[in-house]
């Protein structure tokens, strides 16, 4: 075998690799609710020898030999997400949050079985039961919505729904929701109809970690996440549960619905868990939420509304029907203006999907690059400056100007030995 360096053995990846670090490091604000930037210690478990190895299986009962090392690293991995998580089970195999819904639901359900899920436009995800997915076309699901009033989600119209549907599971936790899921409501919402809940909390796991969020344990049965959003680390999936359900989780994973898990991922899952462990990552999460408020504080100066009319947590949802712009334009404009934000449905939206009257704005990405209150208050008005003038070029010259100044004073991969 010849070892190369990637310059010269594929030049075009290589120039690819180069131009994305560059472009993550000083061309635009990532504020994307659900991206972040990983440190250079998952990047190496990530980038390991890990990747040469079959370990179907599970540590200690694995389908091939060799696994020694294999073992080492799931086992950490699992221990540090139970302990993370106070969850009796782990199972970091999921290749992604899509993944980890799909063995979750059938490792307690059969295919037409009822779920109660979150409405898509309401701050749910595809996998929680979206026609056009394996969810919606596998399952039966009926769906409960945001409160017109409150723009939060009520135990009335749950329990009116559960009532109605008398579903096998509930499903909460959620894509685009900015305020804190009360799992206790949930869980007297499934004891009335006997039901199970699961809880996808994959856009706040690192807040849950960090204590700034409610803990789903112990009012939810299931809990799926993913790994490489406000937790910061490797992108895969993975799924927490009681005891009582570890088996038919870790069966309903492999061989179930895959094969060979991606050895290399749980690694740098296992670190990542590690880093979320540590004091500095509570100040992290706590950053993450001081930035949010200050956000919106900025947002509020231009007058743009905000979905609940706050956030409690990593991101804001930003309310565009009276504005004279779509979430599809005000994206494309914060584009032009090197701010990336993803439009996005607001309940009740009268526009499609591909268009919305919505944008999300999520601060995980800036509070790693150590940005604080007064950056994100200040991005907030530049935010409000383009969304209020989506046809003005000079605005947006401008905005982009103030963007690269940001950029310069938060060094994101630089010094770090990063190379891409
Ligand atoms: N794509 C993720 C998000 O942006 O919320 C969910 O999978």
Known sequence: MEHRDLSEADPEVYKALKNEVERQESESLEMIASENFVPRQILQAQGSVLTNKYAEGYPG??????????????NLARKRACEIFDADHANVQPHSGSQANFAAYFSQLDAGDKILGPVLSHGGHLTHGHGINFSGDLFDFATYGINKETERFEKEDILQAAKEHEPDMIVCGYSAYPREIDFEMFREVADEVDALLMCDIAHISGLVAAGEHPNPFPQCDIVTTTTHKSIRGARGGMILCKDEYAEDVDSAVFPYSQGGPLM?????????????????????????KKNTKALAEGLRKHDLELVSGGTDNHLVLVDLREEDVTGKEAESALEEANIVVNKNAVPYDPEPPMVTSGIRIGTPALTTRGMEEEELEEIGEMIGKVVKNPRDSGVRTKVREKVSELLENFELYEESGVEF
């Not at 030999?65 to 690293?73: N, T």
């Not at 880093?275 to 993450?288: G, H, L, N, S, V």
């Open 264 to 288: 290399h991922q749980i690694a740098g899952k296992a670190v990542c868990f590690k880093e979320a462990m540590r004091p500095e990552f509570e100040d992290y999460a706590k950053q993450i």
């Open 61 to 74: 009962e694995r389908y091939y030999a060799g696994c020694e090392y294999h073992d080492k690293v799931e």
